[in-house]
DNA sequence: AGTGAGATTTGGAATTAATCTAAAGTAGTC
DNA sequence: GACTACTTTAGATTAATTCCAAATCTCACT
């Protein structure tokens, strides 16, 4: 299955099985919280979300979940500068814009031929599996 | 003085007490080892090369100089995932390719063209003061 | 249904990169 | 030559994440 479109909530189970890994609550738990509000959260927001529904569960567990999921693709890691990760459940290819006042992030669409020719500026001998676009600076008042 | 080309070792001075601040041996020990070696150097890589030159330099005075050269434009910062923040002399506009293999970085110039077209891909009410593009992937054998 | 192997979760300790702090050093100015 | 502001320094501290080893769970197989 190739991933063109965010996974529906019940994909979850099934894509983690491809991999091989258990679906287990604590995992879809995890992602829900990415599905339900799509603002960028970080481990700990993840964790604070995801103890409203399971109190029992720990920081760990949580980190290790976002890892699992990250690693069969069904959402998408985002960095920026010395920020704690946030992450994202959007798959399309797509850039970011962060606040520097708030620090929120949003996403932005790029045309798949921006990413091919940014791909063409690459020298023969290097190979990118991806890119990653950040925009830094402020929304108008 | 607008920056368009890499700073000569001697415009360090000027442009530090342009800034207010003083061209100490600590600043020029540091401008200079991102110079010599242009390998994108953390921090404590920097430290390294630094004590050689001058024994008693301390992490933390390299952590300062290194913020200071930031702030008055003299190097770049680059961050990549996780990985310890990464510094750069080259001022030129231009993206970052990193092995992740070796973790090794590489420039990779763009074309001024390229940038507007990103920037234009912001919805009114955002804008940018600066743009980060880094590629991963793998370099061929 | 019971059992064993392997996967998963958990809390706490450990790690890493970076920042903070407060004291000591240095430099330009009056 | 002293005052003041800027710098450096070592060590303590923080923040985010990872590691670890024990407890728990789940599936496959009997």
Same mark, same amino acid.
């Given at each position: 299955?190739?991933?063109?479109?965010?996974?529906?909530?019940?994909?979850?189970?099934? =894509?983690?099985?491809?991999?091989?890994?258990? $679906? +287990?609550?604590?995992?879809?738990?995890?992602?829900?919280?990415?599905?339900?509000?799509?603002?960028?959260? +970080?481990?700990?927001?993840?964790?604070?979300? $995801?103890? $409203?529904?399971?109190?029992?569960?720990?920081?760990?567990?949580?980190?290790?979940? !976002?890892?699992?999921?990250?690693?069969?693709?069904?959402?998408?890691?985002?960095?920026?500068?010395?920020? &704690?990760?946030?992450?994202?459940?959007? !798959?399309? &290819?797509?850039?970011?814009?962060?606040?520097?006042?708030?620090?929120?992030?949003? %996403?932005?669409?790029?045309? $798949? %031929?921006?990413?091919?020719?940014?791909?063409? /500026? !690459?020298?023969?001998? /290097?190979?990118?599996?991806?890119?990653?676009? +950040?925009?830094?600076? =402020?929304?108008?008042?």
């Amino acid at each position: 299955m190739i991933v063109t479109e965010n996974m529906p909530p019940e994909a979850v189970a099934q =894509k983690l099985s491809e991999s091989g890994l258990r $679906a +287990t609550p604590q995992r879809e738990i995890v992602y829900r919280s990415l599905l339900t509000k799509r603002d960028h959260p +970080t481990a700990e927001e993840v964790f604070a979300r $995801a103890k $409203a529904e399971m109190p029992t569960i720990s920081l760990a567990t949580v980190y290790n979940c !976002l890892e699992t999921l990250v690693q069969c693709n069904l959402i998408r890691q985002v960095n920026h500068e010395r920020g &704690p990760t946030r992450y994202c459940p959007n !798959l399309h &290819p797509h850039a970011h814009f962060r606040d520097e006042q708030t620090g929120t992030m949003v %996403d932005i669409d790029v045309p $798949a %031929d921006l990413f091919e020719r940014l791909k063409a /500026l !690459l020298p023969t001998g /290097l190979s990118a599996s991806s890119v990653e676009i +950040t925009f830094r600076g =402020k929304t108008q008042p």
